[in-house]
């Protein structure tokens, strides 16, 4: 009788096919849960290609206004490749396709880390904050794992859907991976991971998590010593100082900062108290057929008995956000804070945002105006 063992080759190459395919779904749908949040990030890449290829910055502009198109498009992709790969559908072109999209990546992420350009490529979302070389490792590795599937390709030859199984198993895939990223970008996330989650109290988030932990070094004679003070010796020469919990030594909020007209910093009103904030990131792209029903409940609330105070936050110039309110009968007190802690707040334009005392107690998006009962019923 004859013993077959594994081929070793055999089982890499499956390994690497199933971790291959696992993480362009999962990178995918991270992506997809907040489309509008890939769409800035993309914005960021074609800001920096626009400014130092000036000749074809028509190009990239163009791309621009056309991100979050290409936020869904791109991320349905990643999920509908992905799931292709797993089940071996036609799979040599769609490691061909693979590899477009991680060339693609692989610049994108190797021109951040090189040139100190955009900061975090948003590869995971924000679930999954990667600094711009670990992204270019992790693109070299996805690489790495597409080398071992392609050219071992004689170990994957069973396929596990054919003829119209196939197809049909392709068409429920990209439908479900577009419709979740459709809806994403006509609601909010459906999962937040950013700090004005809610739940979160940004107060609270303003503050470090812990006091600062230092680590020292010293030299004498040759000798290194590391401590957690100031040896008593003073013949120890100091050399370094190390902060042993950066992340938690630090605020997880740093620029949440509200001014009045008059430039005064009300943030602590702001953060005080039943608030209803209308968030307006931007009055050139906000959806001006809301103010309506906007401006119906900001009525109803400032008869509540829960004592909710309406304003608005914007970061658009005084003057031009002053002609946009009268356009659309805002009565509202407003006032203003930075554009990207805005987009960090909501990804909705406007978008409304419901806090006590700094509790972030609810978010709407414009497309989910709430009745005041609901808001009321948030704020309990």
């Known amino acids: ?221 040759g000798q290194t010593l590391t401590a957690n003070d100031f040896p008593t010796d003073s013949t120890w020469k100091y050399q370094s100082m190390t902060v042993l919990n950066p992340e938690k030594s630090k605020p997880l909020i740093t620029d949440f900062v509200i001014t009045d007209p008059d430039g005064n910093d009300i943030t602590k009103q702001v953060l005080t108290g039943n608030k209803l904030i209308l968030i307006v990131q931007n009055t050139n792209k906000a959806d001006r057929e809301r103010f309506e029903q906007f401006n119906q409940l900001f009525a109803e609330a400032a008869k509540s008995r829960k004592h909710i105070d309406v304003l608005t936050i914007t970061s658009t110039a005084a003057g031009k956000f002053d002609s946009f309110r009268h356009d659309v009968n805002l009565a509202t007190p407003y006032s203003f804070a930075d554009a990207t802690v805005l987009k960090s707040v909501i990804r909705s334009n406007p978008g409304l945002l419901v806090l006590h005392d700094g509790t972030v107690m609810a978010k709407y998006h414009y497309h989910d105006i709430p009745a005041l009962y609901q808001v009321e019923k948030a704020i309990q």
Not at 22 to 40: C, E, H, M, Q, R
């Open 1 to 221: 009788m004859k013993i077959y063992l594994p081929q070793p080759m055999r089982q890499v190459t499956r390994l690497c096919w199933a971790m291959l395919g696992i993480l362009f779904i999962f990178s995918g749908l991270i992506k997809l849960n907040d489309p509008v949040g890939t769409a800035y990030k993309l914005e960021e890449y074609f800001e920096v290609f626009a400014d130092d290829v000036p000749f074809l910055s028509w190009l990239f502009d163009a791309l621009k206004n056309a991100s979050r198109f290409l936020s869904v498009a791109l991320s349905s992709l990643e999920v509908i490749l992905g799931v292709a790969l797993l089940l071996r559908w036609y799979l040599r072109q769609t490691l061909y396709a693979l590899l477009a999209l991680l060339v693609f990546f692989t610049f994108l992420t190797f021109y951040s880390a090189a040139f100190n350009k955009v900061t975090d490529c948003g590869c995971f979302g924000d679930f999954i904050k990667l600094t711009p070389w670990t992204s270019f490792t992790k693109d070299l590795f996805l690489l790495l794992l597409w080398g071992v599937v392609f050219f071992n390709l004689k170990h994957l030859r069973r396929s596990f859907v054919r003829g119209m199984g196939g197809l049909m198993a392709m068409t429920f895939a990209s439908a479900l991976a577009i419709g979740i990223g459709v809806r994403a970008l006509g609601h909010l996330p459906y999962f937040d991971f950013l700090p004005y989650k809610v739940g979160n109290n940004i107060p609270k988030l303003m503050k470090p998590a812990e006091a600062p932990r230092y680590q020292y070094t010293f030299t004498r004679n």
